[in-house]
């Protein structure tokens, strides 16, 4: 059997893809893996680092609004379609399974052309363009949100093993020392998802004064592309700065409380592993971010800050006594793990095996 994944750009469509495809080798090892993005997404690193075949076809952003753009946009498409065709037939596919971004457009379009089943899993409770479409050519739709209208089948998001076996309390140390952090101090993990958060970035930073003074650790994970104009200087506790971090697993076990987004890859996966979060949805975008993070909040295993409110201050007076708190500690972990889903990988797996024969 011959599976043919389709979703990049960001992590929150990329790892999601991954985490399938390993579940389907799990599953049965004789199946044909090949991952579809484009040249301008994150897939290009993270595909290839974790053993997939990656294909690349033309990205094809279809614009939100009547634009000049919007006129060249139906001959870009049917480039991309044909070349999404091209791999299905290279790779003689039996089905695709998208995940939204700019190469699920074309995908979902070739298929329906060569007429292969589709697949289309939605982590976001709005989805993008790609999956609206996708959803209006097959009956087979999955989300990692439940859906109000039970037109698709909530299973949660599929997320990587290492994330879902994670051991967090009892990896607690070694994963604290594997950053250079303290055991016995509390921890604040501070992140903006795959590229960092420039308005988290500056708000912790300028907290950092006040939280190494309360005796609290920092681990802040800046984003590849960011800079800050000045790193908090050596000393005790530590506040270790580092562009990007492959070990999520580690740096979740590392921590007793996130400040980041509410990305919907983001929110699976603490709720997944019971790590409690300062919220901070982007504020562009059509809106999941805070509905994701709505969520979460409601069920008590995290805040949620708007980001226009976000600042030093707010760190201070918010998440501070969280972190000096270890019974509200525990009892946030809790409940964020009573919302998250562990098995979303192995369901959609089978189900998908399932469709294809």
């Known amino acids: 059997m011959r599976v043919v994944l389709a979703g990049g750009g960001t992590a929150g469509h990329i790892e999601p893809a991954l985490a399938l495809a390993d579940a389907l080798r799990r599953l049965d090892p004789r199946i044909g893996i090949t991952c579809v993005g484009t040249e301008r997404g994150l ?13 690349l076809v033309p990205a094809v952003p279809l614009p939100r609004a009547i634009t000049p753009q919007l006129l060249t946009v139906p001959g870009r498409l049917a ?8 791999v299905f037939d290279r790779v ?12 699920a457009t074309p995908a979902y379009l070739a298929a329906k052309r060569r007429g292969l089943p589709i697949v289309v899993h939605e982590a976001n409770p709005r989805p993008g363009l790609a999956n609206r479409l996708g959803s209006r050519l097959t009956e087979h739709v999955f989300t990692g949100f439940p859906d109000p209208t039970g037109k698709a089948e909530y299973i949660g998001t599929p997320l990587r093993r290492e994330i879902v076996d994670l051991a967090r309390l009892s990896m607690g140390d070694k994963a604290r020392s594997w950053f250079g952090l303290q055991t016995d101090r509390p921890t604040l993990l501070v992140f903006g998802g795959s590229q960092g958060a420039r308005s988290i970035n500056e708000a912790a930073l300028a907290a950092a004064p006040a939280l190494r003074a309360a005796g609290v650790q920092v681990l802040h994970v800046i984003g590849p592309k960011n800079t800050v104009e000045r790193e908090p200087p050596p000393g005790d506790p530590q506040y270790v700065l580092l562009p990007y971090v492959d070990r999520m697993d580690l740096a979740y076990a590392a921590a007793d409380l996130a400040l980041c987004r509410s990305g919907a890859l983001t929110c699976a996966e603490l709720t997944a592993v019971g790590l409690p979060a ?58 964020a793990s009573r919302l998250g889903r562990k098995d979303a990988d192995l369901i959609l797996a089978r189900k998908v095996l399932e469709i294809a024969r």
């Open 278 to 335: 300062a919220y901070v949805p982007l504020p562009h975008g059509n809106g999941e971010q805070r509905v994701n993070a709505e969520r979460v909040a409601a069920g008590h295993g995290g805040l949620l800050v708007d980001d226009a409110q976000l600042s030093s201050d707010w760190i201070i007076h918010n998440v501070l006594p969280i972190l000096h708190d270890p019974e509200r500690v525990a009892a946030m972990s809790e409940a």
């Open 92 to 103: 003689q596919a039996d089905i695709l399974v998208g995940f939204g971004g700019y190469v």
């Open 79 to 86: 480039g991309a379609v044909n070349a999404m065709a091209a």
């Open 43 to 55: 897939e290009t690193r993270l595909v290839p680092a974790r053993g997939y075949e990656l294909e």
